[in-house]
């Protein structure tokens, strides 16, 4: 199983980015679909998790700013960004609980990030 972010770059502030993962490979269900992030110097924090039903979570930084969504279909996560600041500025990392048929649970796997920038 792969997860693959893209979506980073450069904004200014005020500004919107829209992050996506695909996650690939010998999936058969996917559980939670998460982003973290890790700014320079700090730990890596959860910033947005969803359920396979659907339910969201925030952390308290980004409530209001930023929405996760996911396309079950397609095994992909979204976080869409607005109202960006510069303290948002990290690599961002999507995270996934994928169920392995062969050992019969869920095993949590990581993606690769993507760098945003928010800056003037």
């Known amino acids: 199983v792969q997860l693959q972010a893209s979506g980073g770059g450069l904004v200014q502030p005020g500004g919107s980015l829209r992050l996506s993962c695909v996650a690939s490979?010998?999936?058969?269900?996917?559980?939670?679909m998460n982003w973290y992030h890790q700014a320079p110097g700090k730990q890596r924090e959860l910033v947005a998790t969803?359920?396979?039903?659907?339910?969201?979570n925030y952390a308290d930084s980004v409530k209001g700013r930023f929405t996760i969504s996911r396309d079950t279909a397609k095994n992909t996560v979204y976080l869409q960004m607005n109202s960006l600041k510069p303290e948002d500025t990290a690599v961002y990392y999507c995270n996934a609980d994928v169920f392995n048929i062969h050992e019969l649970r869920y095993r949590n796997h990581w993606g690769q990030g993507t760098q945003v920038t928010v800056s003037s």
């Open positions: 490979g010998s999936i058969s269900r996917i559980n939670s």
């Open positions: 969803i359920t396979s039903r659907g339910v969201t």
